[in-house]
């Protein structure tokens, strides 16, 4: 098989479980992308804009664009910092947390879906085949370690 095959095969995979995503989840009042922004927010309350366009490894313009459409929706808010008045942090508001919380067990519902049929022996082999094309591609550079990272422990 070509590489150009497999990585036509992820990219499908990945454009049809944000499909089925967005189908899910529609009116939730959050984009794609979102969602790690807000995860972001409730695991590191109060980082900047900047700090999050490194962590998550985007650029600080998307992150700007990102957390306008956030805060306008009511999910995250602004807040100076006491220390240093130039500076605005940023934070998950009550009903932010509920929205990632939700769309995260869709998420999670999803994930299940997808991997239906695999045994043990297969999630680890695709985890190991997966992890080792995301160090290719320098990984260990992100500041931010995805949800994943955290948990394989």
Known sequence: ????????RMMLLNLLRCRRLRERTAGSGLYDGQLPILECLIDCPGSTQIQLAERLAVTPAS???????????????????ENNLRCNRLYATESGAAVAKAYRQEFDQLDAETLAGLSDDDRKTLSNLLERMVANLNYEKL?????WKETDA
């Open 1 to 8: 098989m070509k590489d150009r095959e497999i990585i036509a």
């Open 143 to 147: 500041d931010y370690l995805p949800p």
């Open 63 to 81: 992150i700007a664009q990102s957390t306008k459409r956030l805060q306008r929706a009511g999910l995250i808010e602004k807040r100076v910092d």
